[in-house]
């Protein structure tokens, strides 16, 4: 009898992590998408996710300014932050302090649930 078996083989991933900031309320990540074809628009290869324990929110990306102090604008809010901190403001009001992540890695529970958003 002849049996054959097949090896598990890693995915290859969906996404790499461009930005990522954390607080007790949550992760804000921008990532860059890289399973889609070259000509794909901008603002479905970058996007900005709001990741909670349960949840991923994508955000509508409307501007941005760079300098000592970036700032992010999108429609449900804005994003200010430099190399240690970021402050997400939404326009419902509610603020959110954020820790800047420098080695920009999810854990994995919400590393699977961006892949389950994204697929």
């Given at each position: ?11 290859p991933?969906l996404y790499?992590?461009l ?5 007790p ?5 921008e990532?860059?998408r ?9 603002a479905t ?11 991923v ?15 992010r ?8 932050f ?5 402050e997400l403001?939404?326009?419902s ?5 954020l ?13 699977r649930?961006v ?5």
């Amino acid at each position: 009898m002849l049996r054959t078996t097949f090896a598990k083989l890693p995915m290859p991933p969906l996404y790499e992590v461009l930005f990522l900031f954390s607080a007790p309320q949550g992760h804000l990540a921008e990532i860059k998408r890289l399973d889609l074809p070259a000509d794909t628009p901008k603002a479905t290869v970058y996007q900005w996710l709001w990741i909670q324990a349960a949840t991923v929110t994508a955000l509508q990306f409307v501007d941005m300014a760079d300098g000592p102090h970036p700032q992010r604008t999108f429609k449900e809010g804005r994003l200010r932050f430099d190399d240690r901190q970021g402050e997400l403001c939404f326009a419902s009001g509610r603020t959110v302090q954020l820790s800047t992540e420098v080695d920009k890695t999810l854990p994995q529970s919400l590393m699977r649930l961006v892949n389950l958003h994204l697929s």
